[in-house]
């Protein structure tokens, strides 16, 4: 299962939402309401934990990522900042 997978899994999971009808990788997760603030915190905890990047407090209140798109490049940047070339997902 590749990161996108990871991610999309646990969105699907964690708020009962299916992707590829009305939600898309694209659709706003907040303004369909899906997630919340709270939601959020899950989510970021889960990228945090389960792909080992860590971003700073502030980074993660100034930049929301709403889509599973966003939300994948984040990690997918994040990945790349603290991987030696050629390492990764």
Known sequence: MNRTQ??????????LVQFGGEVTADTDLFQAGVIDSFGYIQLMSFIENDFA?????????????????????????????????????
Do not use: C, H, M, Y
């Open 6 to 15: 990871k991610i999309q899994q646990f969105i699907e999971e964690r708020f």
């Open 53 to 89: 990047v860590r971003d700073t407090d502030d980074e993660l209140l100034s930049n929301i990522f709403v889509s599973l798109t966003d939300i994948d490049a984040f990690v997918a940047g994040l990945a790349e900042k603290r991987a030696p070339a050629g390492d990764g997902w």
